[in-house]
């Protein structure tokens, strides 16, 4: 009944259901938006179709995002008063600038968006897509510059132990801002580029053989063949950027206990904090190292260099830090796998989706969700990694607890818990009951509104 312990699992759950959907929305609106411009320069139905069904995919992931955020922000006054009361001077103006540029944007045109088809014309509700798309990857933008500036906090100084902004810019562009941002835009684009191929599957497995499911399974295979070699080279610039300003992150990532050069990369071991040392280790010599430093020789740092001299802990837990890094490694390479293998059949077969082996197309199936999963263990990566501070540096994670009682954390926990279990169902429940409902119509769909005006369709004989 700890308070500090069941505030910080609280604030994990409540963060993890949120971070779902906005990984989805992100990308999601500019999914559309190509939809919607393919339909507008060729007239292909197949295009709107794809654009009818996951409008409502983003209508209904763009809902339970926006109400699970505002249960987040309760929890800056209800558990972490002392955020607000030592930061709130950076991330009150973050906050709103996410709301005046990105959520009003988005507001103001998704209904458009999701009703506009026949209301209004054509070149008006391609131009709100795009300004919806625009308005989710701003409000990644802000998010992720708060987010940023509290693992790597700069223009900023203390007086009377409260943070005052000083430059902007530097808050703004803190050092790690830009290799977060790409990388969790990439991450949602592989996220709904499996997620695309994954329901197209299931719908193929159901008989449907239309047009769409053809070009959005082959999109999604497409997107995700081409994001994640990205993913991996941000993700090597990110972790040499963390190796610069968080340490001790790194060292429980790669469970280094020991600052050496040669350090080896360890594909398991069970980490072992009170022998300060892994167990059943399996590990490829130098690679660690090399990774992270680009030379064999190269020196890691190690976990036990951040011990106070009275044995106080000054680096994150290592278990989960250092098994959540290798889930997302893992789901990245599966999906590198997946996602290229699938190229290379439907090009030697010359069959497109028809070339994929069954066994494919139930992979692109139980990888539909695959993103999610890499999306939370990278977010447990980030955010356990840097404990024991919430802004790195300047507050600890302990010091922002207000005075409030593990009973009452405990009970609340488990509302929400609950709550987001059934919305979860339901939200997986929605997503298949569409499907579904799409395979049974075997492609066809109502009809469709015309492109948009001064836009040229190609006839079948050009």
Do not use: C
């Amino acid at each position: 009944m700890d308070p500090l312990i069941l505030s910080r699992i609280q604030f994990a759950a409540n963060i993890s259901f949120h971070i779902l959907f906005p990984t989805i929305t992100i990308a999601l609106g500019w999914v559309l938006l190509f939809f919607k411009l393919r339909f507008n320069r060729s007239g292909e139905e197949k295009w709107m179709d794809a654009y009818r069904f996951w409008v409502k995919v983003f209508a209904l992931s763009f809902a339970l995002g926006v109400v699970s955020g505002i249960v987040m922000s309760f929890q800056f006054g209800t558990n972490w008063p002392g955020f607000m009361e030592v930061v709130g001077n950076v991330a009150g103006p973050l906050l709103a600038y996410e709301i005046l540029t990105a959520f009003f944007l988005e507001a103001a045109f998704l209904g458009i968006m999701l009703f506009g088809f026949r209301r209004v014309p054509g070149w008006l509700h391609t131009t709100a897509t795009a300004l919806v798309a625009i308005g989710t990857t701003l409000s990644a933008f802000w998010i992720l510059v708060l987010n940023s500036w509290m693992h790597t906090p700069a223009g900023y100084e203390l007086r009377d132990g409260i943070v005052h902004a000083t430059d902007w810019f530097a808050i703004v562009f803190n050092p790690s801002m830009p290799y977060r941002l790409v990388h969790m835009l990439l991450a949602s684009g592989l996220t709904v580029a499996f997620l695309i191929a994954g329901f197209s599957a299931l719908r193929w497995l159901w008989g449907d053989r239309g047009a769409e499911v053809r070009a959005t399974l082959r999109f999604g295979a497409w997107m995700g063949a081409l994001l994640i070699p990205l993913q991996i080279l941000a993700g090597d610039m990110h972790g040499l950027n963390t190796l610069e300003h968080q340490p001790a992150k790194v060292a429980a990532m790669e469970g280094n206990w020991e600052t050496q050069s040669n350090v080896p990369l360890v594909l398991f071991a069970l980490p072992d904090e009170a022998a300060r040392e892994n167990r059943f280790e399996i590990a490829v010599p130098g690679m660690a190292s090399f990774i992270l430093t680009h030379d064999f020789a190269g020196e890691v740092p190690g976990l036990n260099d951040f011990v106070a001299e009275d044995g106080t802990r000054l680096h994150p837990p290592v278990a989960p830090v250092f098994f959540a890094f290798r889930l997302m490694v893992g789901i990245g390479m599966a999906m590198l796998a997946l996602s290229w293998s699938a190229l290379w059949l439907m090009r030697k077969k010359r069959g497109g989706v028809e070339g994929l082996p069954k066994p494919w197309i139930y992979a692109f199936v139980g990888m539909a969700f695959s993103g999610w999963v890499a999306t939370l263990a990278g977010w447990y990566v980030t955010e356990i990694g840097r404990q024991p501070w919430l802004v790195s540096g300047v507050l600890t994670t302990a010091d922002a607890l207000g005075p409030i009682s593990g009973g009452m954390v405990a009970s609340t926990l488990a509302a929400y818990l609950a709550v987001y279990a059934f919305l979860l169902a339901a939200y997986l429940g929605t997503l298949t009951y569409m499907a579904r409902r799409a395979a049974r119509h075997d492609g066809t769909s109502p009809q469709i509104p015309k492109p948009d005006a001064g836009v040229r369709v190609l006839q079948p004989a050009e």
